[in-house]
């Protein structure tokens, strides 16, 4: 079988998502477009040469591009104390006695929560505020901290 320099991209093109998916590397993705690119320069006639220098430039110039995003957007809060995953980051408990260990019982959403303070100082009994969730456990802080 007598494959076309074309077909070999798609080929290598397919390879990369397949790669990117067994992964979660986006960047294979990025690669995958340079493959892509250098197919269809093979479908325009170019020679090998050419491909492979549309095929590099495009790939290197997605990488490079992707790599300059991430890195002006400033990555999430962790799951454990991001506002998006967790709607309980930021609401309000009532802690009346803190034990000797930094913990206390709330009544938060009609059920008995487990509270860590996670702030500086002392635990002092008042309102506090839910920064952060570990299991079934509320980490808190005092309001205004």
Do not use: C
């Amino acid at each position: 079988m007598d494959w076309s320099a074309s077909t070999q991209w798609w080929l290598a093109a397919g390879l990369l998502v397949a790669a990117e998916l067994a992964t979660g590397t986006f960047y294979l993705l990025m690669l995958a477009l340079g493959s892509a690119a250098g197919a269809l320069a093979g479908h325009l006639g170019l020679g090998v040469i050419a491909q492979m220098l549309v095929a590099a430039l495009v790939g290197a110039g997605a990488t490079a591009a992707w790599h300059f995003k991430r890195m002006r957007h400033p990555r999430s809060a962790p799951a454990a104390s991001n506002r998006d995953v967790n709607l309980d980051i930021g609401e309000t408990v009532r802690v009346d006695h803190w034990d000797e260990a930094g913990q206390a019982r709330v009544n938060y959403r009609g059920a008995g929560w487990t509270v860590r303070f996670d702030g500086s100082g002392a635990p002092l009994p008042g309102e506090h505020v839910i920064v952060g969730i570990d299991g079934t456990r509320l980490r808190v802080q005092p309001v205004g901290h």
